[in-house]
């Protein structure tokens, strides 16, 4: 099963339509794109919940870690840079956090809010080696910019 980004985008419009809650939105963007690509083996959120420092919020799949602070890992790279993280072999990344050591590769996604601030980051992992593209970042930029910055 691969991911079709405009009916995911459609469905998580709809489903997220007038909520403005950050939990509800991410638990529900988290579930819909886990589900949509076999590439995808860990998927969810950190959310920056004091300065320098991630905590885990709404995934799915097996146990993420429970803080992540910015100058650690994928995750904390996305937060201090605002950049994405396309990581096609976590082994080759100095500092990774292996919360699974099935994890091959990893794309992490800065999630700003309407001010520009970073809120969270978003993180698929997966078993497969390279498994992500940069059509996989773009598409998933757009629809948290549609989500969390409008
Ligand atoms: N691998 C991530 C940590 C988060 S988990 O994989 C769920 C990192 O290096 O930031």
Redesign the pocket.
């Known amino acids: 099963m691969k991911v079709d980004y405009d009916t995911l985008a459609k469905t998580i419009a709809a489903l997220t339509d007038g909520e403005s809650d950050q939990i509800a939105l991410m638990a529900t963007i988290a579930c819909e794109v886990h589900h949509s690509d076999d590439r995808f083996d ?1 998927t ?1 959120f ?1 959310r920056v919940t004091e300065p320098e420092l991630l905590k ?1 919020g709404p ?1 799915q ?2 146990h ?2 429970l803080l ?1 602070p910015f100058d ?7 937060a201090r840079t605002g950049k994405v ?1 396309l ?1 096609a072999d ?1 082994e080759a ?1 100095p ?6 050591s099935s ?1 091959r590769s ?1 794309l ?1 996604v800065p999630v700003q809010n309407s001010e520009g601030d970073i809120i969270a ?1 978003f ?1 698929i ?1 997966s078993d497969q080696p390279d498994a992500f593209t940069e059509q996989d970042a773009r598409s998933l930029d757009l629809i948290l910019k549609d989500v969390f910055a409008r």
């Open positions: 860990w969810g950190y885990i995934y799949g097996g993420g870690c992540i650690r890992g994928v995750c904390g790279a996305a993280q990581v976590v990344f500092g990774h956090i292996a919360c699974a994890t990893e992490v980051v993180d992992d």
